[in-house]
């Protein structure tokens, strides 16, 4: 009798125990899918870090970065803005098509009434006739002569002897056509363009310095693009946060054999504020150090004759709501609101990260950013500032009346 229980015990325990066993093996799921790695390791393609140096692989197959789309299920508070709070002045405008005729400029001005831009600065660098004939037909249309202005570009080939006289003449001659500031100069100022002796034009080449003169003479802020994202002059590789962008646009890559590196230009553009102080500079894109507001700081505070723009930088300044705030209060005299590319949809990304606390909303442009924004929730104040009164400021060939105060 003793052993036949003792024949079931051993029965029932080595059932117990392999059911045991199964459960152990099925709650490891994907061990063929895991390995180990090393502290300092990172783990092997297709794989994420799970537990401390512990990587495992996905059941199913991953999605590309373009079709993983998750639903975010964050339930917060949304406030939509159409209308900026106060009329805003679009100080990097490219209106591409909408300036020829009466009737494309009233397109574009209910476009901006919808958004609440009162004033468009055309950053296109129209000088001479085109620049009459756009100033013509803009005084032509009742409704928008005093909501679109333009600034004059400056032609940078062949500056050798003489250059600087022919510039200054042609920039006094674009004033009196109606221009009221330079730019945008464009990124390839710096980087592609030629001196006359075959040589590269640097940006704070002492040749330019009559033009940079006649600009603070004749009070015209100076509009300049220089270089790119930072990450555009890195390899295009998995740590590259700009990879998606440069793989669908690969002409965006820039160089390093062939142009400046990103710190070589931004050395030549502060050197070109430095020894230009009695003129006034907008840098586009906030000098592209949105992503660093520390170094943007110190530029701006060692600069005093400079500002900057917003132009497609959102997503730098809606990643970091606590520091941009701070940053916008601190330098609120010297930023000023522009878009760049000009679609009508995009504008009420920027009002609601400059008016709102909303927290981790989508932004426009899934290839500038895989990363949500916040908002920076800015003081009255400092709204109109960026909005309007700071490019007001700085360009007093603006009208300047009609202007909340
Ligand atoms: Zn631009």
Redesign the pocket.
Known sequence: MPTLIYLFRTMFLAVLGAAFLGRALTAQPGAARATSIQPGEACPPGMTEVRPHSCMAPEDAAPSVLDYRPRSTLVAPTHLVKKARYPAIDF???PNGMLGSVESLARLGADLDGLNVRMMIV?NNVSGDALKRTVATINASPAMKDRVRVLTGINFQNVGPGWSQRAVAQLEADVAAGAVGI??I?KEFGQTIRKANGSRLALDDAELDPIWQAAARLKLPV?I?TGDPEEFYQPVDYHNERWLELELFPGRRVDPARHPNFEELMKERDNLFRRNPKTTFVA??MGWHANDLGRLGKMLTETPNVYVDV??VLYDIGRQPRASHDFFVKFQDRILF?K??YQPEEYPYYWRVFETNDEYFDYYRGYHAFWKLYGIGLPDEVLKKVYYKNALAITPRLPQTGWPR
């Open positions: 990097h405008g490219h950053a730019g945008e464009g509009f693009h586009a894109h132009g497609a522009g760049d590319a």
